[in-house]
């Protein structure tokens, strides 16, 4: 193979690298507070739906509610609204619950503990697709927004997940040096 081939390769190969790979991101639910009971010093019944409102939310993200002596649900709109879930689609009460948002479209959470949901332990999260126009603002650090609940410390952490194809391109161009 002739240098210019074996520089057009790598070209390709990186490209394709850079192209299949996936960025998600991993928010805290209620930032340093946490999935709790909102307080009367807070915005009562709207404090996860304000934290949500400031965060942008993709296919792919994930959300982790940290909590004690508590639980977390994923329900229907009705369900929701009445606070009161018969068939969650998911239950959750391990204190650390990680759930993968993977649709665009709404989440329904609520709290699973008698009395949480209707103080105001509930929240709706809009997942917005994948595909971004040239006109759509960038994604903003939600810590850096005004009336935030959390910290920069722990309320973002961006992961590059590689698919299997990047591993694979990787490879060839190793082997295409050598």
């Known amino acids: 193979m002739s240098p210019s081939e074996k520089i057009t390769l790598v ?3 990186v ?31 709207d404090m996860f739906n304000q934290w949500a409102s400031h965060n942008r939310f993709k296919v792919g993200d994930t959300i982790r509610f940290k909590y004690k002596k508590d639980s977390v649900l ?5 369900e929701y609204k009445q606070c009161k879930a018969t068939k969650p689609q998911l239950y959750s009460n391990n204190q650390d619950t990680v759930f993968k948002l993977d649709r665009p479209g709404l989440f329904y959470f609520i709290s699973g503990v ?9 929240m709706i999260i809009k997942v917005m697709e994948t595909e971004s126009s040239p006109d759509s603002p960038p ?21 590059v997940k ?15 040096w050598h």
């Open 139 to 159: 994604p903003s650090s939600p810590s850096s927004l005004p009336g935030s609940t959390h910290k920069k410390s722990s309320a973002l952490k961006t992961a």
């Open 15 to 45: 490209s394709f690298y850079m192209f299949s790979c996936v960025s998600s991101t991993e928010l805290e639910v209620g930032g340093e507070d946490g999935w709790v009971v909102p307080n009367s010093n807070k915005s009562h019944g």
């Open 162 to 176: 590689f698919t299997s194809s990047c591993f694979v391109v990787l490879i060839v161009s190793v082997l295409v």
């Open 74 to 78: 994923v329900v229907s709109e009705d």
């Open 114 to 122: 008698s009395g949480h949901c209707e103080k105001g332990q509930k």
């Open 11 to 13: 070209t390709v190969l």
